[in-house]
Structure formats: C-alpha cells, structure tokens
C-alpha cells in the first residue's frame, strides 16, 4: 500500500534506508535539506530505520523535529535487509518523484539535480552510473559480473546496473508496489518492467569509516537470488551438462568396448568405472544443488509472508528553519 499524494501532485520524495546510521543522520538531514529546499513543488524526506538495535529511530525523529521539510521516519520490525527497507520506503512517499539513496552517502545528494534533471515523460527512470567507483576491487568485479549477467538476461545496455541511486516518476513506482514475489532487487524489478532508463554520470565518494553493510553472506545470497531469481539459465546449463556426460559416458562405452575386441587389452575395468561413475556423479550434484535452490524459492514464495513489517511510522511536518540538534545519550 503507498502513501496517499493530493490531487495537485506534490514534489520530490528523498527515500532512504537506514541501519545501525545513528552517527550519519545529521550528515543525512544537512545534505539533503538544501536539495529538498530547491523543490519549487515541495518535498519530503522517507528514512525506513531497518531494525537495528542502535538509535537510529530516536535520532531521527528529534532531527526530523527542528527540520525544515516533512519527515516520514518508518521502523521495520527486525532486518529485513535494503531492498525490503527500500520499498517499505517507496510505500510511504508521496512525491510524484522519487529519489532513492544510500544511507553512507557515496551517491552524493548532491548529484540528485542531475538525476530530476533528465526525468521525463520520456524517461520516466534515472539511474546514476558510477564513473569512477571508490570500492574495494572485489565489490567492483561482483559488480562488473552481475551487471553483465543482468543485462543479458533483462535485455538492458546499463553500465551500472547496480546502482540504487535513482530517480522515478510516480508511475513507475506505483508499478513496482504491485509486485508480490519475496525476494525482489530494485534494479532488476525496473528492468523487468521494461520502461526506458536513462544513465547519467555522477561522483562516487569513497565509503566512510564503518564500510559496507553487506558482508559475504549476504553478498553470496544476493548473487543465488539474483542467478535464479531472474533466469532458468542454471536449470538448462546444467541439462545440457548432464546429456554431454550421457553422450560422453555412451560414447567413451562404445570405444571402449571396441578397443577391447580389436586390442583385447585396455583400461581396467575397475579404473573406468569409477572415473565415469565420479564424473556423472558430480553432475548430479550440481544438478541437485541448482534444483534445491529452485525449490527454495518456491518453499519461500509459498509461505507468502509479508515482504516486511513495520513496527512504528511517524510524520512530522515541516518546522521553522533552525539548528539541528541531537538527543541526549541514552544513560547507561
């Protein structure tokens, strides 16, 4: 369900997902206080706090007290993870234009006017490609190959197909709110929708000093959701796998066979069976693991859970201009 908009349309809606951010939300509030101010339609800020344990949630609703802007502060029940925390965003904001941004503030907001600046009828998504990336080499090759796999299978041409520093008019996300499957990436749930997206160049600034929130795991996750979330590719690749070995294993039968009457001396027997055996017992394995992880999916769509929980939303409205300022520390 998302956000009521009035029937004049209304401005620009600055969505962010938050986690264990308490220390960046007044970097988060100064920064993009000067962009919402541009706004001659008005705007909004959408913070979804995605139940981490620190003050986030607190933090953000005095920030939100002395700001000059509306604030929708939401909190998730648990950790749900970015992109369930993105479109619990995307249900709350009201803008006829949304922007979507990193909580550690890489995508500078900055660079948002160059995004609104190429959003049209004709381009109803922005994404802003990272020229220069400032990540570690392994995040940016986990990139580089997902991006090449994604565009193969979504039919897209993006450089950056990672990148969830976009822009979308209002359509395009009431669009996206009506998907139902549990495991959704955002830039692949757009490319699927099939709507043009255009590319525009913006600065990356180097990650701060908590770095990424995504660790392996999670990393690992993503790529299986990703590889058979959008794709039976595994399925068929690991079929014709499995009848190479088959023509293989009838082939190498045949002139063994051959050998032996022409020869009447070979390979052992004992040796050739257990390399056949081992050679199509790995393909089985694989074949079963891809299945599994097909199967999971199906268990997970299945139990039809909520894609996420909230636990509390708030909205302030805007205040007069005047310092921010932090709550006291929580005594210990």
């Given at each position: 369900?998302?956000?009521?908009?009035?029937?004049?349309?209304?401005?620009?809606?600055?969505?962010?997902?938050?986690?264990?951010?308490?220390?960046?939300?007044?970097?988060?509030?100064?920064?993009?206080?000067?962009?919402?101010?541009?706004?001659?339609?008005?705007?909004?800020?959408?913070?979804?706090?995605?139940?981490?344990?620190?003050?986030?949630?607190?933090?953000?609703?005095?920030?939100?007290?002395?700001?000059?802007?509306?604030?929708?502060?939401?909190?998730?029940?648990?950790?749900?993870?970015?992109?369930?925390?993105?479109?619990?965003?995307?249900?709350?904001?009201?803008?006829?234009?949304?922007?979507?941004?990193?909580s550690d503030l890489q995508y500078p907001p900055e660079e948002i006017p160059k995004l609104l600046a190429e959003l049209s009828s004709e381009f109803p998504v922005v994404s802003g490609y990272r020229a220069e990336r400032r990540d570690p080499f392994m995040r940016r090759l986990i990139t580089w190959a997902l991006t090449r796999w994604l565009n193969g299978q979504t039919r897209t041409q993006l450089r950056d197909f990672g990148s969830m520093f976009r822009a979308y008019?209002?359509?395009?996300?009431?669009?996206?709110?009506?998907?139902?499957?549990?495991?959704?990436?955002?830039?692949?749930?757009?490319?699927?929708?099939?709507?043009?997206?255009?590319?525009?160049?913006?600065?990356?600034?180097?990650?701060?000093?908590?770095?990424?929130?995504?660790?392996?795991?999670?990393?690992?996750?993503?790529?299986?959701?990703?590889?058979?979330?959008?794709?039976?590719?595994?399925?068929?690749?690991?079929?014709?796998?499995?009848?190479?070995?088959?023509?293989?294993?009838?082939?190498?039968?045949?002139?063994?066979?051959?050998?032996?009457?022409?020869?009447?001396?070979?390979?052992?027997?004992?040796?050739?069976?257990?390399?056949?055996?081992?050679?199509?017992?790995?393909?089985?394995?694989?074949?079963?693991?891809?299945?599994?992880?097909?199967?999971?999916?199906?268990?997970?769509?299945?139990?039809?859970?909520?894609?996420?929980?909230?636990?509390?939303?708030?909205?302030?409205?805007?205040?007069?201009?005047?310092?921010?300022?932090?709550?006291?520390?929580?005594?210990?």
């Amino acid at each position: 369900m998302r956000a009521d908009t009035n029937d004049e349309g209304w401005g620009l809606s600055i969505v962010i997902p938050l986690y264990r951010d308490e220390r960046a939300l007044p970097d988060i509030f100064d920064r993009c206080g000067p962009i919402l101010d541009a706004q001659e339609d008005g705007g909004e800020l959408v913070l979804v706090d995605d139940g981490g344990l620190d003050r986030t949630t607190p933090v953000a609703l005095e920030l939100a007290k002395g700001f000059r802007h509306p604030t929708t502060i939401v909190r998730l029940t648990r950790n749900f993870g970015q992109h369930p925390a993105v479109f619990a965003g995307l249900a709350h904001a009201r803008g006829n234009r949304v922007v979507t941004l990193d909580s550690d503030l890489q995508y500078p907001p900055e660079e948002i006017p160059k995004l609104l600046a190429e959003l049209s009828s004709e381009f109803p998504v922005v994404s802003g490609y990272r020229a220069e990336r400032r990540d570690p080499f392994m995040r940016r090759l986990i990139t580089w190959a997902l991006t090449r796999w994604l565009n193969g299978q979504t039919r897209t041409q993006l450089r950056d197909f990672g990148s969830m520093f976009r822009a979308y008019d209002r359509q395009t996300v009431d669009l996206m709110l009506t998907f139902t499957e549990r495991h959704r990436y955002v830039p692949a749930v757009v490319a699927w929708l099939g709507v043009p997206i255009k590319e525009v160049p913006i600065a990356h600034e180097p990650r701060g000093p908590r770095g990424s929130s995504y660790r392996l795991a999670a990393l690992v996750e993503l790529v299986f959701d990703l590889i058979t979330g959008y794709s039976v590719f595994p399925l068929r690749l690991l079929t014709s796998l499995g009848l190479i070995a088959s023509i293989g294993g009838f082939v190498g039968t045949v002139i063994f066979i051959v050998y032996r009457i022409a020869v009447g001396a070979g390979v052992s027997g004992t040796v050739s069976a257990f390399a056949l055996v081992f050679a199509l017992l790995a393909v089985l394995l694989l074949l079963v693991a891809m299945i599994g992880e097909y199967v999971g999916r199906i268990y997970s769509e299945a139990k039809a859970r909520p894609y996420f929980v909230v636990d509390s939303a708030h909205r302030i409205e805007a205040s007069p201009p005047g310092p921010l300022s932090l709550p006291a520390e929580r005594p210990t």
